[in-house]
C-alpha cells in the first residue's frame, strides 16, 4: 500500500545513500537508487526495510 511505502522510504532516506525509491506495489518490489559514489549494502538495504516493519525475501542488484 502506499503508506506502507513511505515507511520504507523513510529508513532508506536515513541511510544517507539513497537517491530515489520507486515500487511496484502488485509484485512487491522496491527499486532503489542510490546517490553517486555512494555504497548501499544489502545488510543496510535489509536493515531498513526490516525496520520499517517488512520481511526481505531477497535482494537482487543491477548497475542500471
Same mark, same amino acid.
Given at each position: 500500500? /502506499?503508506?506502507?511505502?513511505?515507511?520504507?522510504k523513510i529508513?532508506?532516506?536515513?541511510?544517507?545513500?539513497?537517491? /530515489?525509491?520507486?515500487?511496484?506495489?502488485?509484485?512487491?518490489?522496491?527499486?532503489?537508487?542510490?546517490?553517486?559514489?555512494?555504497i548501499l549494502?544489502?545488510?543496510?538495504?535489509?536493515?531498513?526495510?526490516?525496520?520499517?516493519?517488512?520481511?526481505v525475501n531477497?535482494? /537482487?542488484?543491477?548497475?542500471?
Amino acid at each position: 500500500c /502506499k503508506s506502507c511505502g513511505i515507511g520504507i522510504k523513510i529508513h532508506l532516506f536515513n541511510t544517507k545513500k539513497v537517491n /530515489k525509491v520507486t515500487f511496484d506495489i502488485n509484485k512487491q518490489l522496491a527499486f532503489i537508487s542510490t546517490i553517486e559514489g555512494k555504497i548501499l549494502t544489502t545488510g543496510e538495504i535489509r536493515t531498513a526495510i526490516e525496520n520499517a516493519g517488512f520481511s526481505v525475501n531477497s535482494i /537482487k542488484q543491477s548497475n542500471e
